[in-house]
């Protein structure tokens, strides 16, 4: 049998456990349309009709964003670089000596100065750079060649200067308190972080035993109180979950979600989970319920804390509270549980997905500062790169106009991650939700194409790199798939590449996602995955290794959403659910159906199915 049609199969199986806890969800949508229907068409309509919409409204076309340079020195500066690029420098000069406008001359000498192998600049050079252009984006670098090359008897260059001035960034120092958004939840002190962060590094490496005694020990219960100790404990009681010991979790999650109540919810989370697997669903629909309450859940906790309350009230019998329930996790709707409690409403979460426009209030406020018409500049001749690192400083602003602008001038250029960035920040600060930005559709080109739908692979990019093709992990992992050398060359079947200087080219787009690509389908067709999604995304994160161990802990016709919430390594864990959040909303911009959030949303493991080329609905963005 064929791959894909084990995975077709697969997927339209519901998996089963103890109990028939999981047999019952996967009644849930059809459960659900009788519930609605008992509850009155006014009631029922009501509960999802928030959530309805019609086909997409077609984006506007993006704006153009002002030209800075004119034709002939547009074709000459993009002339300059390639042929400073392979190390032409008479060539170059020539083109130089007849530029009308010497705006990116910065850049030029930049490129020439900093070349790998074929150019050696001097001291002078460097100094009289440093004079003229301490706020680019090289000043650093240049900098510090400079040091290297000055002789002893030279005067020091000028020292690099951050860009801090112009009408960009001159209102953002007084905005930034009465901006900056409270932080959400209680607020630790130093001493119950500490505490915190060692207690998950033994449980980390199952010393649950040893992380108690920590625990018990009188200097720490004085450092972090009860409240801190209890947060403490259920850290120790997902451990103790999560290596199979169900009852001395429950009771140690149990005691402390009673002795702290709302200052623990993660300790009501883990006491629910343990229940819930206990199959007493009542007593798991209260600890889920009190979770979801908490005043310091955050969208995510309270989404997901909610789902699970009506799925142990639908499980429990109790199917007045199911839709409640859901429709309370399905108030965020861009969380992964908030997303498939919409789904098994019936109803689909709205989205806006109107490119943001470039408008001449913004364009004003980037001309105004000399980093912003570089970059409008450096985009004209085609130098994205440099464009964003001239756009960094500026996109760190907490000023809501000016990440407006940045927003719609990166994504009118094809910049994703700048215009991810911008608009992370604005929704951070002012609320405000451009899901152009936050979800963008690059326009790369893998060498070999996509051999992987794009929603799948955009959906990693988001979270290995936010879109950032330089992007380089602690652990030595590059680019905007995140590839470690040692696997690139692995796929590449080239054991001499990626070695040294070689290892750059991973931060190139169109080799990582190439070899990314390969990486996904090698995974898929292997033995620990065989087409599962969730377990190709955990051993993409976490390795093959892991996931295999991970799957032999995993008990016959396991719940596929406890396994999720109980991959012991909290990085993996959260990586997966962020994956498969990401990968439905691009399914959705791309006006594609998601079998995964169907097979989830009906208790089944979610499996591989191929959508590119096959389906798009109407109003769909098809760039």
Do not use: C
């Not at 000498?109 to 680019?136: C, F, I, N, V």
């Not at 009852?247 to 883990?270: I, N, T």
């Not at 343990?274 to 209260?286: M, V």
């Not at 936050?438 to 990693?460: C, E, H, K, Q, T």
Request: glycine fraction near 8%; aromatic fraction near 8%.
């Amino acid at each position: 049998m064929k791959t894909s049609d084990r995975n077709r199969r697969a997927a339209e199986r519901p998996a089963g456990t103890a109990g028939g806890a999981l047999g019952a969800a996967a009644l849930a949508l059809s459960m659900l349309a009788a519930l609605a229907a008992g509850a009155g068409p006014a009631q029922a309509q009501d509960t999802v009709a928030s959530w309805i919409i019609g086909p997409a409204k077609p984006a506007p076309a993006a704006a153009r964003f002002p030209s800075i340079l004119d034709r002939a020195d547009i074709e000459r500066y993009r002339k300059i670089f390639t042929a400073q690029k392979r190390g032409r420098w008479a060539a170059a000069r020539q083109l130089v000596r007849r530029l009308d406008d010497r705006i990116l001359m910065g850049h030029v000498l930049a490129q020439r100065y900093l070349h790998p192998t074929k150019y050696r600049s001097r001291y002078g050079e460097l100094a009289q750079w440093m004079g003229r252009y301490a706020d680019h984006p090289d000043a650093k670098r240049i900098y510090r060649l400079a040091l290297r090359r000055r002789p002893h008897h030279a005067k020091a260059p000028a020292r690099p200067r951050s860009f801090q001035g112009g009408a960009l960034l001159a209102a953002s120092a007084k905005t930034n308190q009465r901006r900056r958004p409270k932080a959400a939840g209680f607020r630790r002190g130093r001493a119950e972080r500490h505490v915190l962060r060692h207690i998950r590094h033994l449980v980390r490496r199952q010393r649950l035993s040893a992380a108690q005694k920590y625990l018990d020990n009188a200097k720490t219960r004085r450092a972090v109180g009860r409240a801190g100790i209890d947060r403490a404990r259920a850290i120790i009681a997902g451990g103790w979950f999560r290596w199979g010991n169900i009852p001395r979790a429950l009771a140690l999650a149990g005691a402390a979600a009673k002795r702290s109540g709302k200052a623990a919810p993660e300790a009501q989370w883990w006491a629910g989970l343990a229940a819930f697997k206990l199959h007493r669903y009542d007593q798991a629909a209260g600890y889920f319920a009190a979770a979801a309450r908490a005043p310091s859940a955050g969208p995510q906790e309270a989404s997901r804390a909610a789902f699970w309350a009506a799925r142990a009230n639908l499980v429990g019998r109790r199917p007045g509270r199911v839709i409640p329930w859901l429709t309370r996790a399905a108030a965020n709707p861009r969380t992964f549980y908030g997303l498939i409690a919409i789904h098994m409403l019936g109803g689909a979460p709205t989205f806006n997905w109107h490119e943001p426009a470039l408008a001449a209030e913004r364009t004003t406020a980037l001309l105004a500062a000399p980093a912003g018409k570089r970059a409008l500049a450096l985009i004209q001749v085609g130098q994205g790169r440099r464009a964003e690192r001239e756009l960094r400083p500026i996109r760190n602003s907490t000023e809501p106009r000016h990440l407006r602008a940045i927003m719609a001038l990166a994504d009118a250029a094809g910049l994703p991650a700048t215009a991810y960035r911008a608009a992370k920040l604005l929704q951070a600060l002012m609320g405000e939700r451009i899901d152009a930005a936050l979800y963008p559709i690059p326009a790369w080109a893998p060498n070999g194409g996509y051999s992987m739908d794009r929603a799948l692979v955009f959906a990693l990019a988001r979270q290995e790199s936010a879109f950032n093709a330089r992007a380089k992990s602690r652990s030595g992992a590059r680019g905007l798939l995140q590839l470690m050398p040692a696997t690139a060359r692995y796929m590449g079947r080239r054991s001499g590449a990626f070695r040294g200087r070689n290892r750059a080219r991973l931060f190139d787009p169109e080799i990582n996602l190439a070899l990314g690509q390969k990486y996904m389908r090698y995974l898929l067709s292997g033995d620990i995955v065989a087409g599962n999604m969730i377990m190709m995304i955990a051993a993409y994160n976490g390795g093959p290794g892991n996931t295999a161990k991970w799957q032999r802990n995993m008990p016959h016709g396991a719940d596929p959403l406890v396994f999720m919430e109980t991959i012991p390594a909290r990085e993996t864990r959260l990586f997966v659910k962020r994956v498969l959040e990401n990968l439905w909303i691009y399914r959705m911009r791309l006006g594609q159906k998601a079998p995964t959030l169907d097979a989830l949303a009906g208790g089944r493991w979610p499996y591989y199915i191929r959508l590119d080329g096959i389906t798009a609905g109407p109003g769909a963005d098809r760039r």
